[in-house]
């Protein structure tokens, strides 16, 4: 079983604003990411799951929606 971004998110601890600042993207960007994991690029999906310490596959690889 795997995470949607937001479970993710939230597993790490981290709010919306926490998370978009490690990722050196605003909360706005971060949230549309949230609503549509299809659209990340994988640079930022790969910072992503170090951030939060999830592995890729356990993602974006899953068959998650929001």
């Known amino acids: 079983?795997?995470?949607?971004?937001?479970?993710?998110?939230?597993?790490?601890?981290?709010?919306?604003?926490?998370i978009a600042e490690r990722l050196g993207i605003s909360r706005?960007?971060?949230?549309r990411i949230e609503l549509n994991p299809g659209s990340t690029?994988?640079?930022?999906?790969?910072?992503?799951?170090q951030v939060?310490?999830?592995g890729i596959d356990q993602i974006f690889f899953t068959g998650n929606s929001t």
């Open 41 to 49: 690029p994988v640079d930022l999906a790969q910072k992503f799951c």
């Open 1 to 18: 079983m795997g995470f949607t971004i937001k479970q993710a998110r939230q597993y790490a601890g981290f709010t919306q604003t926490e």
């Open 28 to 31: 706005d960007v971060y949230r």
């Open 52 to 54: 939060v310490g999830i």
